[in-house]
């Protein structure tokens, strides 16, 4: 939702004393239209004028009319005219939604009315709503008088918002008179006068404000004005105040033209007077169903220059932010094709923006690149099974040799089951791939080239289990509710060859230009443990809680690498990854190649998740790439007491000893407001592209009216 900025709008929500917005009028419009079922009357005097036809009421008076229930100590209905009248202790009530008052005065055809000295509670958004008189004066017009809103239901809340007289007219404004905002009971801000658009749709309007503090550039503001331009289309306009860097404006423009045709444009820009150039940024997305079952998807990512996504990673999209930081690039692309139930056709544009160097002139595109797949399938009703791929892909670069390369892989594969214990899968297929390459400066590969060679595996592999029942392991099996365990394991062995084949004339564009010559035997199993719930039911079945794979390789051929005396090392690295989902409160996994020769680790990516029902969580992420990378991230957060929540990040880089960024807040929590505080503390990068710097950031929610300000992603994780 976009919420409007409350110095103008936010008061308003009073409106719901007479239209409540979350409850289309439930209340105050009593649903007694012509043509409903009867009223029922129930009291402890009840008596009928038939001249006049008026029923009276008295002591302990209830009215009843579809889901809609009164009650009172007096009552009339006048069933001429259809006017009732109720005074005393009045109670109306709708589903959870309950109204207060001392008299109602309601025509129950035209719906036109007052209610006196009245408190209303909508249960959806915890609304509490006060008037001394609120009066409906027409279709879709309301008056109020001496009226507060709050969502806090304290008796002496929090905050409020009073208005001494309101006007509104429903899909049109609103105006008010005096409208004032009180914190603790005291008068904070204050109007003499103020209009305000009143629709039961988005809003245009001014969002909350962002407020921060950079030690490093001073000062900082961030506004938005958010206009919803049509029911499928809005646009939200920034206009920020960066301290020394000046200002930086904004746009974000989304769209929803059909269900699965959606999407949204950002563009940025800064005149940056600390970088001294201007700089900017554009992220866009979109997707789309074609006529005949085809759709189209893009995701566009660029920035101005290699430091903006250091100085203004708020601006990145979740994905551009991952790209950045996991491979210091921004891949911008666009696809499309059609799924059928055996062929797959996809047509891709992919461009990538290398922020690693100055210039991006070298790095390669693929523009485009087209594949087509034909999925396993019977061959002419035999046991042989086909399946095939097809791809053209044009490699284009400023500067560089460019190429065109088709390829074409066929295969014919050979499912069984031997013994109905083994399962067998055998393939074979010729591999075909034709290069026309230009603009090479060295001039070594210009012109035509091919390179012919196949692939031919099999694999062998079979399934032992194990059940036990719940009384083996109790107390486990008592904590997740689980009746039976199923312990599996799944040992493989497979052979792959793929013949030597002359490749020093070939462009080297991406792993498929370089086919090493393959003759080795994989083996390894994979293990896991599942359990079935007690009670099963149509979301629930058996759950895997843990899994385990471990494999390795040996060549026949060529040796993998070599030692520093030249012998050979024929034995690959062991690969494991390990998978466990023990309950909601914990989960982990784990990647990892082991070097047998060196009797060390290679590679090593770990992730822990703690947290429990009280909302204390912790997050420990490690990451080794020998040589390469070696980091660790750690998110925590706790709660000393029910409302209060601490919480901190850390990033550092091990390998070149960088705090890359610290972040860490305090966050309190109140039924109907939240404060928090955030400092980020970055460091300064090895090669300087990311400057030492201490920002400081505040932001605020009221319930029911939105926030000022950007909760951090350690409160969300």
């Known amino acids: 939702m976009r919420y409007r900025w409350f110095i103008l709008n936010a008061l308003f929500l009073l409106i719901a004393l007479c239209h409540p917005p979350v409850s289309d009028g439930k209340i105050t419009d009593v649903k007694v239209e012509k043509g409903e079922e009867p009223v029922e009357i129930e009291a402890d005097e009840l008596s009928y004028e038939r001249d006049r036809q008026v029923y009276e009421a008295h002591g302990r008076v209830e009215v009843t009319r579809g889901d809609l229930f009164l009650k009172g100590d007096h009552a009339q209905l006048n069933m001429a005219t259809k006017d009732l009248v109720a005074w005393g202790n009045v109670v109306l009530k709708e589903g959870e939604d309950v109204l207060e008052c001392e008299r109602l005065e309601v025509n129950l055809d035209t719906r036109l009315g007052k209610i006196y000295r009245s408190k209303l509670f909508l249960k959806d958004q915890n609304f509490h709503i006060t008037s001394e008189e609120a009066e409906k004066l027409g279709e879709n017009r309301y008056r109020i008088r001496e009226g507060s809103f709050t969502t806090c239901d304290a008796v002496r809340p929090p905050w409020e918002f009073t208005v001494k007289e309101m006007e509104i007219t429903v899909e049109g404004y609103g105006i008010a008179r005096g409208p004032t905002f009180y914190l603790q009971g005291i008068p904070s801000f204050y109007l003499p006068w103020s209009v305000f658009p009143v629709k039961k749709e988005r809003q245009t309007g001014f969002l909350l404000p962002q407020v921060g503090y950079s030690r490093e550039y001073g000062m900082e503001v961030k506004t938005a004005f958010f206009w919803a331009m049509a029911k499928n289309m809005d646009s939200t306009f920034y206009l920020d105040y960066l301290g020394k860097r000046g200002f930086k404006e904004g746009l974000e423009y989304r769209y929803a033209f059909a269900p699965e ?414 404060l928090g505080l955030v400092a980020e503390d970055k460091g300064r990068s090895p090669d300087g592209t990311q400057k030492k710097e201490l920002k400081f950031q505040v932001y605020v929610n009221l319930l029911g009216l939105g926030t000022a300000g950007k909760r951090p992603l350690q409160m969300r994780f």
């Open 261 to 674: 045709t959606k999407g949204q444009a950002n563009f940025y820009f800064i005149n940056d007077r600390v970088f001294d150039k201007k700089r900017y940024a554009f992220f866009g997305q979109h997707q789309q169903k074609l006529p005949y079952d085809f759709y189209l998807k893009g995701d566009l990512s660029y920035v101005s220059d290699n430091r903006y996504p250091r100085d203004f990673d708020d601006d990145l999209p979740l994905e551009a932010k991952i790209d950045f930081r996991s491979r210091g690039q921004l891949e911008s692309y666009v696809f499309g094709g059609k799924n059928w139930d055996r062929f797959t056709l996809l047509v891709n544009t992919a461009a990538f923006q290398d922020l690693t160097r100055e210039s991006n002139d070298e790095t390669v595109q693929k523009l485009p690149q087209v594949s087509f797949f034909a999925h396993p399938q019977s061959l002419f009703s035999t046991p042989l099974f086909f399946d095939m791929s097809a791809s053209y892909t044009h490699f284009w670069r400023e500067k560089g040799i460019r190429a065109h390369r088709g390829d074409l892989f066929p295969r014919l594969s050979y499912p069984l089951r031997l013994f109905q214990v083994l399962k067998v899968e055998s393939g074979v297929g010729p591999r075909g791939t034709l290069y026309k390459s230009f603009d090479d400066p060295a001039q070594r590969n210009e012109g035509w080239e091919s390179r012919e060679t196949f692939v031919a595996s099999v694999d062998v592999s079979t399934e032992f289990y194990r059940i036990y029942d719940a009384s083996a392991v109790p107390k486990v099996s008592g904590y997740y509710n689980v009746a039976k365990w199923m312990h599996t394991v799944e040992p493989m062995v497979g052979y792959h060859y793929s013949p030597r084949v002359n490749q020093e004339a070939l462009p080297l564009f991406d792993e498929l230009d370089q086919i090493p010559y393959s003759n080795q035997i994989t083996y390894g199993l994979i293990q896991r443990l599942v359990g079935k719930p007690e009670k099963t039911g149509v979301d629930s079945g058996p759950f895997e809680y843990a899994q385990l794979r471990i494999f390795q390789s040996y060549s026949v051929g060529d040796p993998f690498s070599k030692d520093s005396k030249g012998k050979g090392r024929y034995f690959s690295n062991i690969r494991g990854e390990l998978q466990l989902n023990l309950s909601p409160y914990l989960s982990a996994r784990w990647d990892a190649e082991f070097n047998p020769y060196l009797g060390g680790f290679e590679a090593q990516n770990g992730l822990i998740r703690l947290k429990d029902d009280r909302g204390d969580a912790i997050q420990i992420q490690y990451r080794y790439t020998q040589d390469k990378i070696k980091e660790i991230n750690v998110v925590a957060r706790v709660k000393p007491i029910s409302s209060l929540s601490l919480f901190g990040a850390v990033r550092y880089n091990l390998l070149d000893r960088w705090k890359v960024e610290n972040t860490y807040g305090a966050e309190y929590q109140a039924q109907c407001w939240t």
